[in-house]
């Protein structure tokens, strides 16, 4: 089975631009969730969505929002970026409702400028 | 809320038993994960284990949980090179499938 593919995987843009990843998981996986790792804060949670409905949300502005598709596919959306947004944005998949496991794409390198 | 805290670094001799520990603040973690993250890499997941139980062996790792201390540690025996990376604990609380990091403890590993 293919793993967690995660497009692009490099973006550099500047800022007030808006920017979106995209996030395809493991076939069959119906569950996405989305992280941001940064030096300073650490790898911190966006959003998980699940059969298309957004399931839970962390603390994270307005600006930053999600979606997924009826074949599982998410994509993540930052507008009106920052220079603070720089990061690693990761994707992780999951079977279903009840997920034990996460498994992680290697993510997509934003750089603000 | 929760918090997870994990020591920064950690050096090992190629061969030597690497321990990383790990301790949460949330009672009600059902699960607690290890990952491994390289240079430039997502996170690989290495290992996790339930609440309900206080070890867990997977080839060269071995997990040890101690729910009344809230501390979990991973042991890696005969560590090879290939082994330096980025250790994360993470720990899922009930009914939710967020994790909660770590920041994340590097470990080195040389010949």
Same mark, same amino acid.
Request: hydrophobic content about 30%; charged content about 20%.
């Given at each position: 089975?293919?793993?967690? %593919? =995660? ?7 500047? #800022? ?5 990843? @995209?996030? +395809? ?27 298309? %409905? =957004? ?7 307005? #600006? ?5 598709? @009826?074949? +599982? ?28 496991? =996460? ?11 | ?111």
């Amino acid at each position: 089975k293919a793993g967690v %593919t =995660q497009t692009p995987r490099y973006l550099i843009k500047t #800022r007030g631009q808006q920017v979106t990843l @995209s996030c +395809s998981p493991i076939s069959g996986h119906r569950s996405v969730s989305w992280y941001q790792q940064t030096p300073g804060q650490g790898l911190q949670f966006l959003f998980e969505y699940f059969s298309e %409905t =957004q399931r839970n949300k962390g603390n994270f502005p307005g #600006r930053f929002s999600g979606r997924q598709f @009826s074949n +599982s596919r998410s994509e993540m959306n930052v507008s009106t970026l920052e220079l603070g947004d720089s990061a690693l944005y990761l994707c992780a998949s999951s079977p279903g409702q009840v997920n034990n496991e =996460q498994f992680f794409g290697p993510g997509t390198r934003l750089t603000v400028l | 809320g929760e918090d997870v805290e994990q020591s920064l670094f950690l050096s090992v001799r190629e061969g030597d038993s690497s321990v990383i520990n790990c301790t949460y603040t949330d009672s009600s973690s059902t699960y607690l994960y290890w990952y491994k993250q390289e240079p430039g890499a997502g996170l690989q997941l290495l290992t996790y284990i339930f609440s309900n139980m206080d070890m867990k062996q997977d080839q060269r790792l071995t997990v040890l949980l101690n729910k009344k201390d809230k501390h979990l540690s991973l042991r890696i025996a005969d560590t090879q090179t290939g082994d330096s990376a980025i250790y994360f604990c993470a720990e899922r609380s009930s009914g939710y499938s967020t994790l909660t990091f770590g920041k994340g403890t590097m470990l080195l590993v040389s010949p």
